[in-house]
């Protein structure tokens, strides 16, 4: 009998139902195989074994406030109780709008959907109308979700998959992809201004969009270099492109504005997700007006028969309420930074070359002799192999950690928890 003997059993019989025996690619990867949960509560999630574990995964991000927070469940449940879904408005809807659009630097009007995939699409779809041009460009390593038009060039096997970085390969992220997909993409390293200005003007005729995460969370969890948004928005505002900030990440995580509000970069238009419903199904497109009339006016055309469910508008609305009664993102970064600099210090201690990079709500650690990384082909130095062994190692010892690398924090997350995850990383890194 295993420490993961009945998980074990279930993920068997699931590989006869569910393709893969998971309802997500990224859930594959668990460790040692893909786990059964049964419950979870604040910092704490718990198997169908009877393991507990320390939860820096919080479900690749969305747990901000912790597993099962009271008061968003009971919200849920209230709301739940009067109905599920209208076909058409409800009070709490709209309050959530005027919420947002109070905290949101670009957001003036918006549209929700259940993902931050279908809410990416439809951002592009919005700035190929608008401006006329079908062209985007994307960068090396940002994730906007599993849809064809930005399922390249999210992960690549080597530096030379990856082509010159002034004029890299297109990557497939998957089989399926219609090639004419790729037609419609520009492909640049992240970070690099320069580069991307030269892009820029010379494609301004064909470019309706760039797409960016305002912090590259997904890989490395890297932020911009100086003046490399600031430059990307006045560059899209000289050529008559639209800047798109994915926010799936950042947005609740960075603080209440996301990663405009903590950089200080207005978008033409955002997405949010993950962190701003708990957990529960939601996501917005925001943006300026002049291009959001465009889905008012049914040019553009968003649609969706689950969107603006009773469940996750109050999810949505509990836990920006207490987000922001209770401050809790100082204290999350105050709480990340005794964490990173924890990590730091037992890897010194341990002896290892462990790169520990990020914000402090959500970092990144991995195995790198550089110094620093500044974009995704940086975080090919990587080892991913002793990585592995890191996460499983932590993860025996009761610590859930997500394989890539990032770790996520959230409210329910205390002084004891950090204490314990440095310790029991010191004991893991002695032993790599
Ligand atoms: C930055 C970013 N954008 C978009 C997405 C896609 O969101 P969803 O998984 O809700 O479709 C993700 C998901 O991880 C993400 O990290």
Redesign the pocket.
Known sequence: MTRYQKSHELYQRACRSLAGGVASEFRKYGYPHPLFYERGAGSRVYDVDGNEYLDFTLS??PLILGHSHPEVLARVHESSQRGQLYAGQHLEELELAETLQRLIPCAELMRFSL????A?HAALRLARAVTGKYKFLKFEG?????FDGVSFSISAASEDAMGPREQPNIVPWTQGLPPQAANDLIVLPWNDLELAEKTLREHAGELAAVIS?PAM??AGCIAPRSGFLQGLRQLCDELGIVLIF?E??TGFRLGMAGGQGYFDVTPDLA?F??AMASGYPI?VLAGKRNYMEWIADGRVIHAGTMNSGNPSIAAALATIEVLERDAVHPRLFELGRELMEGLRDAARRAGQAMLVQGFGPAFHTGFTPLESVNDFRDTLSYDKAKYQKFMAGMHDRGIRLIGRGIWYLSAAHTSADVQQAIDTAYDILKTL
């Open positions: 690749q991000g993902s931050g995939s279908e990416d940002h994730y906007h979700g599993w995460s969370c997904n994915d799936v990440i997405v997700g993950k996501s």
